[in-house]
């Protein structure tokens, strides 16, 4: 059973940068579609930025040109540096992953557990 863990959340002030790292333990035979999602108090969970196996690139508008996300194929790795951070980006951000454990059609659709970022001074 595949289980994707995020690290690297926590307290940061305006300006500063965080980086995210999400690991999918286990051992999937493919990993296609990875991505972060955040999920701000009172809001709906809404996405951040999303990476192929390709590594083809989707942002969101409210964090292109701050956020980027990358991916370690050989590791199971995605990770997402986030730069110039606004309080409106505090939230709790969601690894997301699109996971194959046999060459058949089937892809399951894996969160992990969630970790903190707060932007506040």
């Known amino acids: 059973q595949v289980q994707l863990v995020e690290s690297g959340g926590g307290l940061v002030q305006p300006g500063g940068s965080l980086t995210l790292s999400c690991v999918a333990s286990?051992?999937?035979?493919?990993?296609?579609?990875m991505g972060w999602y955040r999920q701000a108090p009172g809001k709906q969970r809404e996405l951040v930025a999303t990476t192929s196996s390709s590594s083809n690139t989707v942002y969101a508008d409210s964090v292109k040109g701050r956020f980027t996300i990358s991916r370690d194929n050989a590791k199971n790795t995605v990770y997402l540096q986030m730069n110039s951070l606004k309080p409106e980006d505090t939230g709790v951000y969601y690894c997301n992953a699109g996971v194959q454990y046999s060459s058949g059609p089937v892809t399951y659709n894996m969160w992990g557990q969630g970790t903190q970022v707060t932007v506040s001074s």
């Open positions: 286990g051992r999937p035979f493919s990993i296609n579609d």
